[in-house]
């Protein structure tokens, strides 16, 4: 674990280093790059994972699990940050990207490096579940309602239900998941170019993924770090004890409950940038809560996974 780390560490920081040199060009490549994976490369790494894979009950535990989990660790933020608002003197913008960030994690970006490269390329359908199946949906559906309710006056239109559905039901990985899951379903015999062009692609998702949270990464703002500490230690602590007394309640086990406790441990989101500028909340403190949670992860990622190994 602690060699996987180091690894993503390096590809981090030549991220971080490009992100100096080029700094006119970072968020321009970082865009290209999360476009590329997105619409691209991890459609056809969830089109592979499902086509070699069957489709059993944990793609229904898995992502209940990470249900749970997220709801839970909304309702812990809601009732810390709600006092403290007040008594710490934040706005409107500092409290709903505090909320936000203490609740959905890098499950993708970093997850699915680090559950692959622990557990090896057939649990990359954990991941997969707890973020297309789970964390995307509520992000979209609860996580857009509760940036909306915090968000400026000024700020831009809400999101709707509706609008939520249509950009779930977009989502080019979602369908490489439908895709593979019907073809090995039908037991589709897919050529072996086209399997082995598909593998090379998804074989990209894991180093640019971690290079674009090196891009991602600005100068931290330390004033941000009191306010930010709760949020913090709900994402690092409380969601993955969430999430391990979630997934035995459910009857999830082996490598699929190990999964979700360290997705469960995952630092903050990068969306939760995309949530900050379209609702006008606290950017800055959202990227604050990226380094930070993601600095600290490099501690807490190997203790959870140590804790857990024996299970």
């Not at 700020?155 to 899951?181: H, N, Q, Y």
């Not at 360290?262 to 609702?279: H, N, S, W, Y």
Request: contains cysteine.
């Amino acid at each position: 674990m602690h060699l996987t780390l180091l690894s993503f560490g390096v590809i981090i920081l030549a991220g971080i280093v490009f992100r100096r040199l080029n700094a006119e060009k970072g968020d321009a490549v970082r865009n290209a790059i999360n476009l590329c994976v997105f619409d691209v490369f991890m459609p056809a790494l969830c089109l592979t994972v499902f086509y070699k894979s069957k489709v059993d009950l944990e793609a229904v535990l898995v992502p209940l699990t990470a249900a749970v989990t997220i709801c839970a660790s909304l309702a812990v933020a809601f009732l810390v940050y709600l006092p403290l608002s007040k008594r710490m003197g934040l706005g409107g913008g500092d409290t709903g990207i505090l909320i936000i960030s203490a609740a959905f994690g890098n499950v993708t970006f970093l997850g699915l490096p680090i559950i692959t490269e622990l557990y090896g390329v057939g649990a990359a359908k954990y991941p997969i579940y707890y973020d297309l199946l789970a964390t995307t949906p509520i992000l979209w559906l609860g996580g857009a309602q509760i940036a909306g309710r915090f968000a400026p006056r000024t700020g831009s239109a809400a999101v709707t239900v509706g609008d939520s559905f249509k950009m779930i039901a977009l989502l080019p990985p979602l369908w490489g998941c439908l895709a593979g899951a019907v073809l090995q379903a039908a037991h589709v015999p897919m050529p072996e170019f086209a399997l082995k062009a598909l593998t090379m692609l998804g074989g990209l998702v894991t180093p640019l993924m971690i290079f674009s949270i090196g891009l991602a990464i600005t100068v931290p703002n330390v004033k941000f770090a009191a306010v930010s500490a709760p949020a913090a230690l709900i994402k690092l602590v409380v969601s993955p004890l969430v999430g391990f007394a979630a997934a035995r309640f459910l009857g999830v086990s082996g490598i699929a409950l190990k999964s979700c406790v360290i997705e469960g441990a995952m630092p903050a989101m990068v969306v939760t940038l995309l949530i900050a500028d379209k609702f006008k909340l606290n950017a800055p403190l959202a990227a604050f809560m990226i380094v930070a949670t993601t600095a600290l992860s490099f501690a807490v990622l190997p203790m959870v996974a140590s804790i857990i190994s024996g299970i």
